[in-house]
């Protein structure tokens, strides 16, 4: 099953070029999708059409069986995004009020909202920590605050833009983790990232985009190796298996 689909989707400045030009693209329920291009290719803005944070003049996309534009408010319940600075996303004093915030506005009953917020700090690893102020927190653990928020709102679809990025090796970790049981669970994920390295043994597909467009879409291990003609670097995974093959045709 399709959940989501996208049809002669462009995006443009006003009186600008394109920075989408003609996106056609579907994505099956449960996927694990990594894009990449460089900056500029038109990543972060294709992951803003899928709940509507931008919406495009020309093209449709469609999330769960229903057009984004037509229903607002449902997209952004069943897409939830992780933005590159986790401190954007952060509201509450505490980080039990942080993740309530979405639940709240949802209309959740209070005892709901309690439940809620407590299995989903659980599953981050943040329950021990949900009396604390977020600013305590580190990068790593910010960024699974961000997460929590997002899980809060029961999304079918879960969107990373940059999510390694300023996070120390520790970090780093802690987010490899809440992916991979974030997919075993059945989640659709989309990545975007310059790290190829830190998604190499999770991601199915591999996109990727340059000026607007996307330029390849397939298998992660056989677009990867065309992945440095677009300006993203090939993980030291895929460099090395390559020179070992190089190696044994001599």
Same mark, same amino acid.
């Given at each position: 099953?399709?959940?989501?689909?996208?049809?002669?989707?462009?995006?443009?400045?006003?009186?600008?070029?394109?920075?989408?030009?003609?996106?056609?693209?579907?994505?099956?329920?449960?996927?694990?999708?990594?894009?990449?291009?460089?900056?500029?290719?038109?990543?972060?803005?294709?992951?803003?059409?899928?709940?509507?944070l931008l919406v495009a003049g020309q093209g449709r996309v469609k999330v769960d069986g229903v057009f984004v534009a037509d229903d607002l408010k449902r997209a952004r319940q069943k897409v939830g995004m992780i933005f590159q600075e986790a401190d954007s996303q952060i509201? *509450? #004093?505490? +980080?039990?009020?942080? !993740?309530?915030?979405?639940?709240?506005?949802? @209309?959740?009953? *209070? #005892?709901? +909202?309690?439940?809620? !917020?407590?299995?989903?700090?659980?599953?981050? @690893?943040?329950? *021990?920590?949900?009396?604390?102020?977020?600013?305590?927190?580190?990068?790593?653990?910010?960024r699974r605050l961000a997460i929590a928020g997002v899980l809060a709102m029961t999304p079918k679809v879960i969107v990373f833009d940059e999510p390694f990025s300023n996070l120390d090796y520790p970090g780093i970790q802690q987010v490899q983790t809440q992916m991979a049981a974030l997919h075993s669970e059945r989640h659709t994920i989309l990545v975007?990232?310059?790290?190829?390295?830190?998604?190499?043994d999770m991601a199915d597909r591999l996109i990727l985009m340059e000026e607007g467009k996307i330029v390849k879409d397939g298998p992660f291990y056989q677009v990867v190796h065309s992945a440095e003609a677009f300006g993203v670097r090939l993980p030291q995974s895929v460099q090395r298996r390559g020179e070992f093959q190089a190696w044994l045709k001599r």
């Open positions: 099953m399709n959940i989501i689909e996208i049809s002669n989707l462009t995006h443009r400045i006003i009186g600008g070029k394109p920075i989408l030009n003609n996106i056609n693209l579907t994505v099956k329920e449960g996927e694990f999708i990594v894009v990449a291009g460089a900056n500029g290719s038109g990543k972060s803005t294709l992951f803003k059409q899928l709940n509507g509201v *509450g #004093e505490t +980080v039990f009020d942080d !993740v309530a915030f979405g639940p709240e506005n949802l @209309g959740f009953p *209070g #005892e709901d +909202v309690e439940r809620v !917020v407590n299995r989903t700090l659980d599953l981050v @690893g943040l329950l *021990g920590l949900k009396e604390s102020p977020p600013h305590i927190l580190s990068g790593g653990e910010k975007a990232t310059h790290n190829l390295e830190t998604v190499a």
